[in-house]
């Protein structure tokens, strides 16, 4: 097919709109006004090869270039002399819309173009399009309807609630928007934005904007506007939040709140960036039955009423900054622990059984009733008339409130007898517990001593020539039984801690005071624990404790009976008489009197000692979650 030439054998020219009215495919035409070669094709009038190419000088990170002319819709190729593959490109038409978009090096405009704005550059660097025109280019438009894109910051740190930042870049539209994206922390708007100019906005950090986020991306866009993704020019990081107030309470709290005691616990965090405003608020969870949390003060406070009980609350510390930091306290209603002494128990109580000094400890608060009872009297010596010796005090409180501490435990121990012919039973020694004491059990009076009954928890039996009994303290014992001087000498008995000991009378010395019976339940609790206890089991099978040592004679043909039910030593025959024993000696642990003896010479002129004394504690089961 031959080519058709125009009429005028020349290329018609002029402006858009005296274009041929009818052209055929293929014809050309001069477009003085676009500046290019047209030729007509099936898809209407296009820029002949190489009249739509042009390139741009990059001078920095924003590029912004007016065209003299308009540049024709379509797929352009952009090559770049840096290799640089990281820039945003924008085109826009004449009326300022956006005319395409591309952050690849295939860039196609959906309408004819005459400015572009290209983001992310490298100065120095030149993008070509067909390396045709190459144009001046400027670092400043007014143009603001293309990427925003971000050259500083100040500060980079924003600790507290209303701190502001400055942002210098360009590209800032009027209604640009500011977000910040964090670690677990979607996009949240600043809390205000205000646009000093195209160049600079002053904005204000979101309130809840908590430094476990950190470190956060501030990021600028023009709403309606592509946003720059060939480049990161838009968006600055790091930025932080501030430091998040430090706790200084344990997340473990099980040393503060027991059973049936009132206790409390103030909460502490501090704020590490030095004010000292720190407040608190409930977050979740909920706190051991009897508590209660007072977020105005910090406080948890209250009686707790279920033993054991172990609950998660979680509080939130927030500093002046509004920074904030969460913890879960795991909160413990606890039991007591209490160890030390030998564990006995009947199904209310737990008792601890002291039969030697020792240590009882307690790891919290506890309400515990206390038995004391003090080592006894020891018997005379034989010579004439004879006092048993008197029964160890015994000394009972109720409801006493042991706080976390060791206590310790003194268990007193048993007078000796007399210790050869008419001598004095020596005094059995306290037991203590805390501040509270049982008195040790006065010995038996000795005749070559010339001594009545001694002084005690319960009075020694009278004996020698002094015929006077000793006393007892009032509430832990009874004082001694008298004796007789004259013969047949028959001696007073100890004292015990139920009664008064007997009274010596013609042929028969007196018998030891009866223990008491006010505790049976207790020494059938522990019963049991005492089964090492030589005699234990016999001694307090009527549920008596601390009876006293009966007396002796010289002379008396029947000698005194030891308390059988309180443990009482009994005192011996006169000598020569029919079956003369030696005197017997107070119980181990059960605060008895010893007997006293009879006879001045031989293997029997010694009195016999008392029993050492014990100490029990006794607290309920459901104090300490049994």
């Given at each position: 097919?031959?080519?058709?030439?125009?009429?005028?054998?020349?290329?018609?020219?002029?402006?858009?709109?005296g274009?041929p009215?009818?052209?055929?495919v293929?014809?050309?035409?001069?477009?003085?006004?676009?500046?290019?070669?047209?030729i007509?094709?099936v898809s209407?009038?296009?820029?002949?090869?190489?009249?739509n190419?042009?390139?741009l000088?990059?001078?920095?990170?924003?590029?912004?270039?007016?065209?003299?002319q308009?540049?024709?819709?379509?797929?352009?190729?952009?090559?770049?002399?840096?290799?640089?593959?990281?820039?945003?490109?924008?085109?826009?038409?004449?009326?300022?819309?956006?005319?395409?978009?591309?952050?690849?090096?295939?860039?196609?405009?959906?309408?004819?173009?005459?400015?572009?704005?290209?983001l992310?550059?490298?100065?120095?660097?030149?993008?070509?399009?067909?390396?045709?025109?190459?144009?001046?280019?400027s670092?400043?438009?007014?143009?603001?309807?293309?990427?925003p894109?971000?050259?500083?910051?100040?500060?980079?740190?924003?600790?507290?609630?209303?701190?502001?930042?400055?942002?210098?870049?360009?590209?800032?539209?009027?209604?640009?928007?500011?977000?910040f994206?964090?670690?677990?922390?979607?996009?949240?708007?600043?809390?205000?934005?205000?646009?000093?100019?195209?160049?600079?906005?002053?904005?204000?950090?979101?309130?809840?904007?908590?430094?476990?986020?950190?470190?956060?991306?501030?990021?600028?866009?023009?709403?309606?506007?592509?946003s720059?993704?060939?480049?990161?020019?838009?968006?600055?990081?790091?930025?932080?939040?501030g430091?998040?107030?430090?706790?200084?309470t344990?997340?473990?709290?099980?040393?503060?709140?027991?059973?049936?005691?009132?206790?409390?616990?103030?909460l502490?965090?501090?704020?590490?960036?030095?004010?000292?405003?720190?407040?608190?608020s409930?977050?979740?969870?909920t706190l051991?039955?009897?508590?209660s949390?007072?977020?105005?003060?910090?406080?948890?406070?209250?009686?707790?009423t279920?033993?054991?009980?172990?609950?998660?609350?979680?509080v939130?510390a927030?500093?002046?900054g509004?920074?904030?930091?969460?913890?879960?306290?795991?909160?413990?209603?606890?039991?007591a622990?209490?160890?030390?002494g030998?564990l006995?128990?009947?199904?209310?109580?737990?008792?601890?059984?002291?039969?030697?000094?020792?240590?009882?400890?307690i790891?919290?608060?506890?309400?515990?009733?206390?038995?004391v009872?003090?080592?006894?009297?020891?018997?005379?010596?034989?010579?004439?008339?004879?006092?048993?010796g008197?029964?160890?005090?015994?000394?009972?409180?109720?409801?006493?409130a042991?706080?976390?501490?060791?206590?310790?435990?003194?268990?007193?121990?048993?007078?000796?007898?007399?210790?050869?012919?008419?001598?004095t039973?020596?005094?059995?020694?306290?037991s203590?517990f805390?501040?509270?004491?049982?008195?040790?059990?006065?010995?038996?009076?000795?005749?070559?001593?010339?001594?009545?009954?001694?002084?005690?928890?319960?009075?020694?039996?009278?004996?020698?020539?002094?015929?006077?009994?000793?006393?007892?303290?009032?509430?832990?014992g009874?004082?001694?039984?008298?004796?007789?001087?004259?013969?047949?000498?028959?001696?007073?008995?100890?004292?015990?801690?139920?009664?008064?000991?007997?009274?010596?009378?013609?042929?028969?010395?007196?018998?030891?005071?009866?223990?008491t019976?006010?505790?049976?339940?207790?020494?059938?609790?522990?019963?049991?624990?005492?089964?090492?206890?030589?005699?234990w089991?016999?001694?307090?099978?009527?549920g008596?404790?601390?009876?006293?040592?009966?007396?002796?004679?010289?002379?008396?043909?029947?000698?005194?009976?030891?308390?059988?039910?309180?443990?009482?030593?009994?005192?011996?025959?006169?000598?020569?008489?029919?079956?003369?024993?030696?005197?017997?000696?107070g119980?181990?642990?059960?605060?008895?009197?010893?007997?006293?003896?009879?006879?001045?010479?031989?293997?029997?002129?010694?009195?016999?000692?008392?029993?050492?004394?014990?100490?029990?504690i006794?607290?309920?089961?459901?104090?300490?979650?049994?």
């Amino acid at each position: 097919m031959a080519i058709r030439k125009s009429s005028s054998s020349g290329t018609p020219f002029g402006d858009t709109a005296g274009r041929p009215s009818s052209p055929s495919v293929g014809q050309t035409y001069y477009n003085g006004q676009l500046g290019y070669l047209e030729i007509y094709t099936v898809s209407g009038w296009i820029p002949a090869t190489g009249a739509n190419d042009f390139s741009l000088n990059i001078t920095g990170l924003n590029t912004t270039v007016t065209f003299s002319q308009t540049y024709s819709s379509g797929s352009y190729s952009i090559v770049s002399f840096l290799n640089d593959a990281s820039v945003d490109v924008y085109a826009y038409a004449t009326d300022g819309s956006l005319a395409g978009y591309s952050n690849t090096k295939a860039f196609t405009a959906t309408q004819r173009f005459n400015k572009m704005v290209i983001l992310g550059g490298s100065a120095g660097d030149v993008l070509q399009f067909s390396y045709k025109t190459t144009y001046a280019t400027s670092t400043s438009t007014t143009d603001v309807t293309a990427g925003p894109y971000i050259t500083s910051i100040t500060p980079s740190g924003v600790p507290n609630q209303n701190d502001t930042i400055t942002i210098t870049g360009g590209n800032f539209a009027s209604d640009v928007a500011v977000t910040f994206t964090g670690t677990a922390y979607s996009a949240t708007a600043a809390k205000s934005v205000v646009r000093s100019s195209s160049t600079s906005l002053l904005i204000t950090r979101p309130d809840s904007l908590p430094p476990s986020g950190s470190p956060y991306t501030i990021t600028v866009s023009n709403p309606g506007v592509t946003s720059p993704t060939g480049s990161s020019v838009h968006q600055y990081s790091p930025i932080t939040a501030g430091a998040v107030p430090i706790w200084q309470t344990s997340s473990t709290i099980n040393s503060t709140f027991y059973l049936n005691n009132s206790g409390s616990i103030t909460l502490s965090a501090t704020d590490a960036d030095g004010s000292s405003n720190v407040t608190y608020s409930y977050i979740s969870g909920t706190l051991p039955t009897g508590l209660s949390f007072n977020a105005a003060t910090g406080v948890i406070s209250g009686t707790g009423t279920v033993g054991g009980q172990s609950t998660t609350y979680t509080v939130r510390a927030t500093d002046s900054g509004g920074n904030t930091a969460d913890r879960a306290f795991t909160v413990t209603n606890s039991y007591a622990v209490v160890t030390g002494g030998t564990l006995s128990s009947d199904s209310t109580y737990y008792y601890r059984t002291f039969i030697a000094t020792s240590n009882l400890s307690i790891t919290a608060p506890v309400n515990a009733d206390v038995l004391v009872i003090a080592g006894g009297g020891g018997g005379a010596g034989g010579n004439g008339s004879s006092g048993g010796g008197g029964a160890g005090g015994v000394f009972y409180a109720t409801s006493q409130a042991l706080t976390a501490t060791s206590y310790p435990v003194v268990v007193g121990a048993a007078g000796a007898g007399g210790n050869g012919q008419g001598k004095t039973g020596s005094n059995g020694t306290n037991s203590t517990f805390n501040s509270l004491s049982a008195i040790g059990g006065g010995g038996g009076g000795g005749w070559n001593d010339n001594n009545g009954g001694q002084n005690g928890g319960s009075g020694g039996g009278a004996g020698g020539v002094a015929n006077t009994a000793g006393s007892g303290v009032s509430g832990q014992g009874y004082a001694g039984g008298l004796g007789n001087s004259a013969n047949p000498y028959p001696g007073g008995g100890g004292g015990g801690s139920g009664a008064v000991g007997g009274t010596g009378s013609g042929n028969q010395s007196g018998n030891g005071g009866d223990g008491t019976i006010s505790y049976s339940s207790w020494i059938t609790a522990i019963s049991s624990s005492m089964s090492g206890v030589s005699g234990w089991s016999t001694a307090t099978s009527a549920g008596r404790i601390a009876g006293g040592g009966a007396g002796g004679s010289e002379i008396a043909t029947t000698g005194g009976q030891g308390s059988g039910g309180g443990a009482g030593g009994g005192g011996n025959r006169g000598a020569g008489q029919s079956g003369s024993y030696g005197p017997t000696a107070g119980i181990t642990n059960t605060g008895s009197g010893g007997g006293a003896a009879g006879m001045y010479t031989g293997t029997y002129i010694y009195g016999a000692s008392g029993g050492s004394g014990l100490c029990i504690i006794r607290y309920t089961k459901a104090s300490v979650g049994g």
